[in-house]
C-alpha cells in the first residue's frame, strides 16, 4: 500500500463550484500535513497546512481526520487559475529526519 | 529570507554520461535536504534526504546517488545514465525540527536522457 494516496482525476468542473479532493495515508505516525500545488512543468508550492481543528483560507478548506488517516481540501467557488494538480504531503520523523512523502496528485481543470 | 537555487533548468544527456545535478540553500543552517523525481505525467517520488553533512538516506534503489559535502548544498549525481533517468528533477528543503515543517523547493531541473 502506497504511504500517501490521491484519486488522480482529472476533475473537471464549471468555474464557480465547489470541489472536494481526499487523501489518506497510511503511517499513523505521521505528524503534520500539507497541501501542495503545482501547475504544469513547475515546481509545487505550499498551498496550505492542514491542522487537526480544521483550517480555512479564503475559498480553501482543509480538514484532517487523524482517526481515520485522511486529509481533505475543498475549494470554493472555483476560478480557472484554480486549475492545478493538488498534492497532498505528509511529513513524518524518522531516524533519518523528516521524511516528506507526497501523493501523486490529483489533477483539477475549472472550465467556463 | 531563505532561498533555494537549483541549476541547470534543463539537461539532455546521452545513456551511459555522467550526471552532476547541485543544489544550495541560503538564508538557513543545517535544513532537511531533499531530491525528488517527477516522471511525465506522475508523482513526486523521494529519491534522497538529509539531515546534515554526510548523511543520506536513500528511498529506492536505483541508479543515482547523493551527497551533502556542506551544510547546505546537495547534489545527485550518476555515474551511468539510463533512458529511465529522464524526469524532473527536483530540490527542496525544510527545517529540521518535529515535523511541523512544509518543504520549499527549487524551480527544477528537466532532464532527459537520450
Known amino acids: 500500500r502506497k504511504e500517501v494516496e490521491q484519486d488522480p482525476g482529472p476533475f473537471n468542473v464549471p468555474e464557480g463550484a465547489t470541489v472536494a479532493f481526499n487523501c489518506t495515508y497510511s503511517?499513523?505516525?505521521?505528524?503534520?500535513f500539507f497541501w501542495y500545488r503545482q501547475d504544469c512543468r513547475k515546481e509545487p508550492k505550499l498551498l496550505m497546512s492542514?491542522?487537526?481543528s480544521g483550517n480555512e483560507d479564503g475559498r480553501f478548506t482543509a480538514q484532517l481526520n487523524r482517526a481515520s488517516q485522511y486529509i481533505s481540501l475543498l475549494i470554493r467557488d472555483s476560478k480557472l487559475s484554480d486549475s492545478a494538480t493538488y498534492l497532498c504531503?505528509?511529513?513524518?520523523?524518522?531516524?533519518?529526519?523528516?521524511?516528506?512523502?507526497f501523493g501523486t496528485g490529483t489533477q483539477l481543470k475549472v472550465e467556463l | 529570507s531563505q532561498t533555494i537555487h537549483q541549476w541547470p533548468a534543463t539537461l539532455v544527456q546521452p545513456v551511459g554520461s555522467p550526471l552532476s545535478l547541485e543544489c544550495t540553500v541560503e538564508?538557513?543552517?543545517?535544513?532537511?535536504l531533499y531530491w525528488y523525481r517527477q516522471a511525465a505525467g506522475r508523482g513526486l517520488q523521494l529519491l534522497f534526504y538529509?539531515?546534515?553533512?554526510?548523511?543520506i538516506s536513500s528511498e529506492v534503489p536505483q541508479n543515482l546517488s547523493a551527497s551533502r559535502p556542506q551544510d547546505r548544498q546537495f547534489i545527485l549525481s550518476s555515474k551511468k545514465l539510463l533512458l529511465s533517468d529522464s524526469g524532473f528533477y527536483l530540490c527542496?528543503?525544510?527545517?529540521?525540527?518535529?515535523?511541523?515543517?512544509?518543504?520549499?523547493f527549487g524551480q527544477g531541473t528537466r532532464l532527459t536522457v537520450v
Open positions: 538564508g538557513t543552517s543545517n535544513p532537511n
Open positions: 503511517n499513523s505516525a505521521s505528524q503534520s
Open positions: 504531503v505528509v511529513n513524518r520523523v524518522t531516524g533519518g529526519g523528516n521524511k516528506l512523502t
Open positions: 492542514v491542522y487537526s
Open positions: 538529509s539531515v546534515g553533512i554526510g548523511q
Open positions: 527542496a528543503w525544510s527545517l529540521t525540527g518535529t515535523g511541523g515543517t512544509e518543504a520549499f
